[in-house]
């Protein structure tokens, strides 16, 4: 006969929770969805609401047994008069008990950020508003969001914008904020207004020789075909390499934009390849800024640009991300 020690023996199961016991030990949730629209200048489209002081971007709260997907379509539909199908998620964002601006006993909210892309010209001529809640429509320049916004719905607003910049997936958030920030949130791009750059682009070359040129940029490729943009650290601001025509060079732009991609981003580049030129006005007078093409053959370790005392932050980007706002970038090259 075996002999069992008493803390050995079989304990008596653990009674079983009823499907109802269960139901109600599931602590409830508010689910809401959002969409992030843009122009084609890269602002953000907001509703003025006649129920806070603050604006928001459309959407509102999922009814019950609803899908996300059709919740968004659902509100776009009522309160801008757009039908549209959305499938892609740019962030979701959890807002804790508490949040002020809630009513009492609120239990927190998952709100779904879906991509609504570009609305053009004719889009926002079709736009038609309800008689109630939404007053108005305004396009806002991403750095302005928080002077239009409540903190939390700015925040949300900007990581899901650079999320859609970045095209790694969906931002998780708690409370606007990203678990896993990417180079675009560490570097806090979109932070600065983004300066209107409306000249008038001719490809025809050379520049008229009675246009001076002021200026030469480059768009600087890797090997993989990404664009070289250099973000300012203090400004979070996006630029391509290149500067200003200097005695130095000779008035050769080759090598204004050699000397300037050195400066700035200590890269090497290929023979540069002339695209073209902008037209712009400079202290009244009319001038050129040249835009070239090169590919990067080197890179060392970046450092202070001694001409100006900025040292840039190197991103790679797709020629759609840096199209589409002028600021992304997915990884860091070699440093």
Wanted: some cysteine; charged content about 25%.
């Amino acid at each position: 006969m075996a002999l069992h020690h008493p803390d050995s023996r079989k304990k008596p199961p653990t009674p079983k929770m009823t499907d109802a016991q269960y139901v109600a030990s599931r602590r409830p949730l508010w689910c809401g969805v959002a969409a992030l629209f843009t122009d084609g200048r890269g602002r953000v489209v907001l509703e003025d609401v006649d129920y806070r002081p603050t604006c928001l971007l459309p959407g509102g709260g999922i009814d019950a047994g609803e899908a996300p997907s059709r919740a968004i379509a659902r509100e776009v539909h009522e309160e801008l008069g757009l039908t549209r199908r959305f499938s892609s998620v740019l962030a979701v964002d959890w807002i804790p008990p508490g949040t002020p601006g809630y009513p009492p006993g609120f239990p927190g909210e998952a709100i779904y950020v879906f991509d609504g892309g570009t609305l053009t010209e004719d889009d926002f001529a079709q736009l038609r508003l309800p008689g109630r809640e939404i007053t108005g429509v305004r396009r806002v320049e991403p750095a302005l969001l928080p002077r239009h916004m409540d903190p939390a719905n700015a925040r949300r607003a900007l990581a899901a914008l650079r999320a859609r910049i970045n095209g790694a997936g969906p931002a998780i958030l708690e409370d606007g904020c990203p678990l896993v920030p990417t180079c675009l949130d560490d570097l806090q791009v979109l932070r600065t207004p983004r300066k209107p750059q409306l000249w008038p682009w001719h490809t025809s070359l050379p520049v008229p020789v009675e246009l001076p040129v002021r200026q030469a940029w480059g768009w600087l490729f890797a090997e993989d075909g990404r664009v070289l943009l250099l973000i300012g650290q203090d400004t979070g601001s996006a630029c391509l390499p290149g500067g200003t025509v200097e005695p130095a060079d000779h008035g050769a732009l080759e090598r204004t934009l050699r000397r300037e991609a050195w400066e700035e981003a200590r890269v090497r580049i290929s023979d540069p390849l002339p695209l073209g030129y902008l037209h712009d006005e400079a202290d009244g007078l009319p001038c050129a800024r040249a835009r070239y093409a090169a590919r990067i053959t080197g890179w060392d370790p970046p450092c202070c640009d001694e001409a100006t005392g900025q040292t840039y932050t190197r991103l790679l980007a797709t020629p759609e991300q840096q199209h589409s706002s002028s600021t992304g970038g997915t990884r860091r090259p070699p440093s």
